[in-house]
């Protein structure tokens, strides 16, 4: 009788009290993953050039080992080889579309990529992979349902009541745009704890050189495949078995205006169309400080006395996307970053080349390697970073875990 004379506002409170959890989402192991076929990029254009028969645009040909020479880019990983492109002559072919055989070796390759870094997060993790009750994927490469979420969960052997969540075409931006809902469901549901995977293969946007598109060859020169992985939850400290990485303390997407033709993603006939302006890293440079600072000076903590003093943003580590070359110069000149503090970003760009969202699990794994090797040790906060077609800017707040202040 009691409960029934209780206002119900007040037991909806309560209710919802209880499945909240009580900590902050924190990111609680890492795993990534490439395709064995390396392709170094001093080489690329040769491959490239010669695989879709196309040696007699000697132009075009010189301009993309200009590009390559360029972009900071030592060497990439695909999923496609020579093999595969001889055996689909449609994926040449302007007059024959081939969106149906692109999704089928995309459908194929994609779970198992992702799948195979995310074993590796849940190994680092430590607890069995049916303790896992949310999955979050996300991708370029697809279009359909069931979808690669369904494939993984069961290559996985995950619980058939496992909450799944399938994002797509969310470009660069989609890693943080899946660990910023893991983050959200974490912290709103007690015991959750979320396998984030994200995974591309680039076989999609793949094509022949076009005298009439020479900006389709920036895609050509950039992408690469692979797959990145997290586990997040709001972490116990009682428990000995999870350990914390980095805790997740803000996630904030912003569009910037009048930019919404400047970085687009496009499905048709003929696969995924990328489209970035050149103006990009002119339009990044001018607005990227702004959205920093907005997530940041929203916390109220830590990282918002970052742009005033105490060495400005060079007092926070810097995940960022490495989209490209320029574009990680836009983030150093608009936020006046030291020399250094995209050395992460820039690593992994040498090393992979750019796996659209997947690439910012690469950049975490990297800057935790380098925080435990003693480099950049000292910044507790940090700020992840990445751009999305819109133009929007996805930025998380991170807090390393195992800090002298945590506690």
Known sequence: MAEATRPAATLLNEIRRAQRADGPAAVLAIGTAVPANCVRQDEFADWYFRVTKSDHLTELKAKMKRMCEKSGIKKRYFHHTEETIVAHPELLDRAAPSLSARLRISAET?????????????????????DITHLVVATNSGAGEPGADLRVAALLGLNPTVRRTLLYLHGCSAGLA????????????????????????????????????????????????????????????????????????????????????????????????????????????????????????????????????GGGWNGLFWAVHPGSR????????????????????????????????????FVLDEIRRRRQEGSDKECQWGVMSGLGPGLTIETIILHAAGGQNEG
């Open 110 to 130: 994609v779970p198992k990529l992702a799948a195979t870094a995310a074993k590796i997060a849940i190994a680092e993790w430590g607890r069995p992979a049916a």
């Open 178 to 309: 899946a660990i910023g809902l893991a983050k959200d469901i974490a912290e709103n549901t007690r015991g959750a704890r979320v396998l984030v995977a994200c995974a591309h293969a680039t076989i999609l946007p793949f094509a022949a050189p076009d005298a009439a598109r020479p900006d389709a060859l920036v895609a050509m020169a950039l992408f690469g495949d692979g797959a990145g992985a997290a586990i997040v939850g709001a972490a116990d400290p009682t428990n000995p078995i999870e350990r914390p990485v980095f805790h997740i303390a803000a996630s904030s997407p912003a569009k910037l205006p009048g930019t919404e033709s400047a970085v687009t993603i496009s499905l048709g006939e003929f696969g995924v169309d990328y489209r970035m302006s050149v103006d990009t890293p002119a339009l990044v440079c001018g607005g990227v400080e702004r959205c920093v600072a907005d997530a940041v000076t929203a916390l109220g903590c830590g990282p918002a006395n970052a742009s005033g003093g």
């Open 326 to 361: 320029a574009l990680l110069d836009s983030y150093e000149a608009a936020l006046g970053l030291e020399n250094g503090k995209l050395a992460a970003s820039r690593r992994v760009l040498s090393e992979y080349g750019n796996m659209l969202g997947a690439t910012v699990f």
